[in-house]
């Protein structure tokens, strides 16, 4: 059975603390590199209270990019591992917390919430102070929206097809149903080759924001298909920068990941 908060007995729980050094903040945001609470100088005590937010995950899933998105925003932050092969994301403990059965899920102020395109938008408001997502009226804001929702609502169901396409239709439709659901993939990443070709070299032009992220994950779920993400140049380009994120190779580190380092 898994523990419900705020349930104060849980087996074995991995806590990282991580937050971002202000003056590598305010001189080049976008160099800036986490390191842990305890190497930080008193000038901490400027950061607002923060939350300290549990992230129920799998590695390498759709959790990955709320898992990075903690990372980058420098918020405290708890692990909970989710057993996929296990089926602990079906144990009724754990359906009270995410009916859905599937991660992430993220606790917030004590409630737990799900859809990481959602979890993505609703971390980038409340750590506006960041700059790693838009807010309203600010520049860049609908095409944060528009790629977000684009990823969410086209990308990601056609890569479950791809992985899943017994849930989509009889076994012996499996073949039509991969294929139909590999022209859909192909056909985002040559919409974001375009994309980026005019107006990168990221998501919203010079600005790295959590998109970039949420995009990356999903790169990288291509890595076994016939023509993977990377194959298209721009976007090999961006794989490369995030792959170069201290928050990057830490998930790998913490994820235990290895393929497409």
């Avoid at 842990?36 to 209270?49: G, K, Q, T, V």
């Avoid at 998105?69 to 403990?93: F, N, S, Y």
């Avoid at 070299?201 to 291509?222: E, N, V």
Wanted: charged letters at 20%.
């Amino acid at each position: 059975m898994l523990p419900l908060l705020p349930e104060p007995r849980i087996a074995i729980v991995r806590l990282y603390f991580y937050f971002f050094d202000i003056d590598a903040r305010h001189s080049h945001r976008q160099s800036a590199q986490a390191r842990p609470a305890a190497m930080l100088p008193n000038r901490c005590s400027h950061f607002p209270i923060q939350t300290m937010y549990t992230l129920y995950y799998s590695p390498g899933t759709a959790s990955m990019v709320v898992h990075l998105a903690l990372l980058e925003l420098g918020v405290a932050h708890e692990l909970r591992l989710i057993d996929l092969d296990a089926k602990a994301q079906k144990d009724p403990e754990y359906l009270r917390l995410n009916p859905s059965g599937v991660v992430p899920t993220l606790i917030v102020d004590g409630a737990p919430y799900y859809e990481c395109a959602a979890l993505m938008l609703m971390l980038g408001e409340r750590h506006a102070d960041t700059g790693l997502a838009p807010m309203p009226g600010a520049a860049g804001r609908n095409r944060f929206l528009q790629w977000t929702l684009h990823f969410a609502n086209t990308l990601q169901p056609a890569f479950r097809q791809w992985f899943y396409p017994a849930d989509f239709g009889p076994p012996d439709q499996a073949d039509a149903m991969r294929e139909f659901a590999r022209r859909r993939i192909e056909a985002v990443w040559e919409r974001l080759e375009a994309h980026l070709a005019a107006n990168g070299p990221y998501l919203l032009g010079d600005a790295f924001s959590l998109l970039d992220l949420y995009a990356t994950m999903l790169m990288r779920w291509s890595r076994n298909m016939p023509k993977p993400a990377d194959r298209w140049p721009t976007i090999a380009t961006l794989a490369q920068r995030i792959k170069a994120r201290a928050s990057w190779k830490r998930v790998y580190e913490i994820e235990g990941l290895g393929e497409w380092a």
